[in-house]
């Protein structure tokens, strides 16, 4: 066998096919890593999520009230339901989602006046399974997940008053009971928008119990009928329980119809019991957290590690399911139809182009494979690349994100999905009238954004109009990302073979020059005329430069660190410079976090790293380029153990983990490996860092690393 050996730092780094060990990483997570947070304060911004890697739905406790981003905190005391989520972040919010809810007693079905007490010392939380006692209720609840369905296992007291209630949200849905089969069906229509009218989350909740007693409920009201629809419906079965009896659901859900729903529940589950869901669980974690296996680091580190890795395991989610033909087909969240192919779902390429895709590429080759035929088939059926799906296209951040992602996958050699499709919605977006120059999806500015400005000026102007309208007001960082995003296309297009446009957008990407001021060393806004804005101040947080400022934008050219550099006069100059910036970050713990506290929100804001959000990921890896790797080392050494460390509801990640970002960013890090430039170069490589283990051992897709 064939192995790729790397000594630095006393790591040995095995790129390899290894056996099954004994080792169980899957144990070593923590789900409720980073769920201390709150709409003022972020440690995460996580909740528990019960699932399988990529699956199309996850399980959570809910805490908080329907509809609310925080869906789960840890500070709270009281359980209202267990919920099917889709949530990618509190910012974007949820859509698709229900929840059922056991108790005993009197009836309660008002969402403040159902919840019970609860204790972390009574709570189980593991990617694969999770149980908790509501103390109210002396219920003890136990979830398994499979892709597209749960196994609930409900142990009841003794009681003549048992009741579930399945709450399918407002918004407009959908309930009936049907006794004579033990079952509840119905949809839930609840979303944040931009999707088609006839968007619907079907469910179906198979109970192995016979109902003593049934009704449907219009909000709050009571209506002793088994069928309901209305703009929040919810519904109630009861029986009378032994004590210690154990009462179990099988739910399954689907984005195409009731029937669909069915047949994911007979597919998944069937007659398989709660043992079997959870063995098949807790056996996919291990494989696909196996695929790496860190040694040598404390306990505390690989449970860390671990759960960082489950975090970023979960996204993009899974948007499509198998039919009665076990045909791969999805509901598309674009124009409404059910189309045959891949659809994934639930992220943010401006959030993770910068560390996920180029560890799935690297790690999960033929699931990226899968992912980029889902973007095709994005481009098909709407006429655009997604740039932040969930479900559908999303209006928000900047630029064609898009563009690295797919060209991170082509160049590594990763085929399967329309690559002319693919390139033409990517060549698309970066001309007027394209995702560049507008905040995701929505046309809200004259002009594209921008775009024409970036084409004819070579940057993005400050102020781009007298209206501010949110991320179009950001033009140095437009500038910044558009060059880059710029560079990708091109080595596509070079690897294509079509020269005209490897020209083309090589020479666009050459743009981020147009923002440099050489009198201040650092990246700054033109107006219209050309001319520097006044007063120059390069902490001011987002003038011209999205959730940053010109010291944390200054360092994003990672397609072109040696033009960086030699603008800034050289190697000597450069590294003094990065370093001086990271000293000064070091006082305040490389700022981290996201915080609605006007206080607070000043000190994130003014720093020179905020190493809890996007524009400042790549720049303690720049150091290699300038000759000093050991720098890069150092830094990122220092990174992990301010910032990506601790193990605890509190600790374990900076500021919010988008859809996986901040999980794959520590992962990447404390294996000492990063990609600067998202694996776009035209020969993708990985930075070498400071690796917190001893030895990792990394099993590749043999398929796409035949020997390694």
């Known amino acids: ?146 892709e597209r369905c749960a196994y609930f296992k409900l142990t009841y007291p003794a009681s003549d008053s048992a009741y579930l209630l399945i709450d399918a949200f407002d918004r407009g849905s959908y309930i009936k009971i049907i006794p004579e089969e033990n079952k509840i069906v119905g949809y839930t229509t609840r979303n944040r928008g931009e999707v088609p009218p006839n968007f619907k989350n079907y469910f179906v909740i198979q109970c192995d119990k016979s109902f003593s007693f049934s009704c449907t409920v219009d909000s709050i009201a009571i209506i002793l009928k088994n069928e309901i629809t209305s703009r929040h419906a919810q519904a109630v079965i009861g029986f009378s329980t032994k004590k210690g009896e154990q009462v179990n659901l099988k739910i399954a859900s689907s984005f195409i119809s009731l029937e669909q729903a069915n047949i994911n529940l007979q597919r998944e589950i069937g007659n398989k019991s709660f043992a079997n869901i959870y063995d098949q669980s807790k056996a996919a974690w291990h494989s696909e957290l196996s695929k790496v296996k860190a040694e040598g680091g404390s306990l505390d580190q690989l449970k860390t590690f671990y759960s960082c890795l489950y975090r970023m395991l979960l996204f993009p989610r899974k948007f499509y399911e198998l039919d009665a033909s076990n045909q791969i087909v999805h509901y598309s969240p674009y124009n409404g139809n059910i189309e045959k192919g891949y659809m994934f779902t639930d992220t943010g390429f401006w959030d993770t182009f910068r560390a996920m895709f180029p560890f799935l590429t690297l790690m999960y080759p033929e699931l990226d494979g899968h992912i980029m035929e889902g973007l095709a088939n994005t481009y098909k059926e709407s006429g655009w690349l997604p740039e932040w799906a969930s479900p559908g296209h999303r209006s928000t951040m900047i630029g064609s994100n898009s563009a690295s992602i797919i060209s991170d996958a082509y160049l590594k050699g990763i085929r399967g999905f329309d690559i002319a499709q693919a390139y033409e919605g990517m060549r698309k ?51 910044l990302e558009y060059a880059y995003q710029d560079f990708a296309l091109a080595q596509m297009a070079k690897s294509l073979g079509k020269t005209d446009d490897y020209n083309l957008f090589s020479k666009r990407a050459l743009n981020y020059k147009n923002v440099f001021n050489k009198e201040i060393g650092w990246m700054w806004t033109k107006d219209r005329t050309g001319k520097w804005n006044q007063p120059i101040d390069i902490l001011q947080y987002e003038h011209g430069f999205v959730e940053g400022n010109a010291a944390q934008y200054t360092w994003f050219v990672p397609h072109d660190v040696k033009g960086l550099i030699d603008m800034m006069g050289g190697n000597e100059v450069f590294t003094n410079k990065l370093n001086d910036v990271f000293e000064k970050a070091r006082t305040n713990g490389f700022v981290s976090g996201k915080s609605e506290n006007p206080v607070d929100k000043e000190l994130l804001r003014r720093v020179y790293i905020n190493y809890g959000n996007q524009p400042c990921m790549e720049t303690p890896f720049l150091f290699n380029y300038a000759g000093k790797p050991w720098l890069t080392q150092y830094w990122t050494r220092q990174l992990i153990d301010s910032v990506y460390s601790g193990i605890s509801p509190q600790k374990g990640y900076s500021g919010d983990e988008d859809q996986g970002l901040m999980g794959s960013l520590s992962a990447l890090l404390k294996m000492g490996l990063f990609s600067t430039n998202g694996g776009t170069s035209e020969k993708p490589y990985y930075e070498i860092t400071s690796p917190i283990f001893k030895k990792i051992t990394i099993k590749l897709n043999a398929k796409y690393y035949p020997g390694k």
């Open 1 to 146: 066998m064939k192995k790729i050996v790397i000594l630095f730092f006393g790591c040995l780094l095995y790129l390899s096919i290894f056996s099954q060990s004994s080792f169980k990483p899957e144990e070593l997570v923590n789900a409720l890593m980073g769920t201390d947070s709150k709409y003022s304060f972020s440690n995460g911004n996580t909740y528990p999520a019960i699932a399988m890697p990529w699956g199309m739905n996850c399980w959570t406790p809910q805490t908080g009230t329907n509809g609310y981003g925080w869906q789960y905190t840890y500070t709270a005391d009281k359980i209202r339901g267990f919920k099917q989520t889709h949530q990618p972040s509190p910012w974007m919010g949820d859509y698709g989602q229900f929840s059922i809810m056991p108790m005993t007693g009197k009836l309660k079905v008002d969402e403040e006046k159902r919840g019970s007490w609860f204790s972390h010392k009574a709570e189980v939380a593991h990617p694969y399974y999770y149980n908790v006692y509501l103390a109210d209720y002396d219920i003890l609840t136990e979830i398994a997940p499979t």
């Open 429 to 479: 977006d970066h001309f007027p009238g394209g995702m560049m120059g507008r905040a995701g999806y929505e046309h809200t500015t004259a002009k594209g954004g921008g775009i024409e400005e970036y084409i004819s000026l070579g940057y993005v102007p400050y102020p781009l109009s007298q209206i501010k309208y949110g991320y179009h007001q950001d033009g140095s960082a437009q500038t």
